[in-house]
């Protein structure tokens, strides 16, 4: 059956090679608990969590380990029972090290009660943001913001309409496919407690037509929830960048340096909106993500459940591990947007997407190449930037010029990146010049 009423963003982007026939039928594992979890005191935007607990504490699962501070933050949680170790530091993906809770799993396992309740009620906006706050919910598709605050715009902000992002447009990634075929109970109630908290009229489940049997299930399911639809988008990279997505559902354009709030608009993650509804009803923490562990590279690609805190090392080896020892690159998050590690204690956070082994030749690029003025980077840049002059810029040394010709306003998709003939790491660059922008800033 054809979907009708496909949407899309007028310029830019890119037809991207998919690779998620490696996971895209594969149902989600939970993975055991492991040995140890070392938890980061920041997997958000924002001041990190402050520790509560100390080192020769026991703690359960679902505890809170970690206060937040300040309004920008967010609560974190033991994902496994077991016995505080101490504060450790951990490398995290392309920013250095972070303070960490090391846990060391107890032998007996714990099952988690939940309450039954009726899902069909709308609680108080307060209990719906206090529960989300209380829970440590975060944006999950990786930008890391505090849901409680997202929760609550300000009240010249008047939101209509709530968007659930189910674009997933980065090669390899299957976990948002999963969610909406798997819990979209969650989901509905998740977009429905969204709305009543902001105060929108509508809702509506965006997802791209890659995941034809997510449209056409979740279309059926939308009869019964009122002011819910589900839209079709064409299959183009970056739909899943906020700004894009808005425009190409609504036709509203997020001014420059705004937020979605500006044009009336809030998008949460599909990943988020499902633990919300469990935080809202059962007042379940986040002690877990869903994400893929994919690549060529590896013997089993799968989508998993995983502890918070569990290193990239387990995930992998869980998944069976290289299908060579030396030939292949690691990266956590997608190949467009995620960061090349060589760190395997590296820990999964709340944002942490994917775990995606590709082979070397598939990562090469090269720091030596010249540009050679083809502009296709300038082409396909969704913010309709010209990413080889800023990169030229950055790279001698001339970072305020970079800033006049849109550095920040760069969105780091990797499109230029990867249509670029000449393989330059022109995101390694860009990201590059952002962080000697705000060093300069401190």
């Known amino acids: 059956m054809a979907i009708k009423g496909v949407k899309k963003f007028p310029i830019g982007g890119i037809h991207l090679p998919e690779k998620k026939g490696l996971t895209s039928d ?5 993975m055991p608990d492991p040995v ?24 359960k699962k679902g505890e809170c380990i970690a206060e937040l501070q300040g309004k920008i933050s967010a609560r974190v949680h033991s994902s496994i029972n077991g016995t505080v170790k101490g504060i450790v530091e951990r490398k995290m993906p392309g920013e250095g090290s972070y303070q960490c809770i090391l846990i060391e799993k107890d032998k007996e396992e714990v099952e988690l009660e939940k309450e039954e309740i009726d899902r069909k009620l709308l609680p108080e906006v307060e209990t719906i943001r206090k529960r989300v706050e209380a829970a440590g919910i975060i944006g999950m598709g990786g930008a890391g913001f505090p849901t409680h605050v997202k929760l609550s715009p300000p009240p010249e902000m008047e939101i209509d309409t709530v968007i659930i992002n189910g674009a997933e447009c980065e090669p390899f990634l299957t976990v948002d496919h999963r969610l909406l075929l798997e819990e979209y109970e969650d989901l509905f109630r998740g977009l429905e407690l969204i709305k009543k908290a902001v105060g929108a009229e509508n809702g509506i489940i965006a997802i791209e037509l890659n995941k034809k049997d997510a449209i056409e299930k979740l279309q059926q399911k939308a009869a019964d929830w009122p002011g819910i639809e589900v839209q079709a988008l064409d299959t183009r990279y970056p739909h899943g960048a906020e700004k894009h997505l808005i425009k190409a559902v609504l036709d509203r354009e997020v001014p420059k340096g705004e937020l979605p709030m500006a044009v009336n608009v809030v998008v949460n993650n599909v990943q988020t909106a499902v633990k919300i ?27 998993l459940r995983v502890p918070i805190g569990t290193s ?131």
């Open 312 to 442: 990239v090392q387990d995930v992998v080896e869980f998944c069976g591990g290289p299908k060579d020892k030396e030939d292949y690159q690691i990266i956590v998050g997608g190949p467009m947007t995620g960061i090349n590690i060589d760190d395997w204690t590296i820990p999964v956070t709340k944002g942490t997407s994917g775990v995606v082994l590709i082979t070397a030749e598939e990562y090469a690029d090269s720091e030596t190449r010249p540009c050679i003025r083809c502009g296709r980077c300038g082409e396909v840049c969704p913010m309709y930037l010209a990413p080889n002059r800023i990169t030229a810029f950055i790279n001698n040394d001339l970072l305020e010029r970079s800033l006049e010709v849109g550095l920040m306003d760069c969105i780091e998709c990797g499109a230029c990146a990867y249509i670029c003939p000449s393989k330059r790491p022109l995101v390694r660059w860009l990201k590059r010049g952002k962080a000697e922008h705000r060093a300069n800033q401190k």
């Open 26 to 30: 594969q149902p989600i594992k939970i």
């Open 36 to 59: 140890e979890v070392a938890i980061p005191l920041s997997q958000h935007i924002g001041a990190p969590a402050e520790p509560v607990v100390k080192a020769g504490d026991k703690v």
């Open 277 to 303: 509804a469990r935080a809202v009803d059962f007042e379940e923490a986040v002690i877990d993500r869903v994400l893929t562990v994919s690549g060529e590279a590896l013997k089993t690609p799968s989508n």
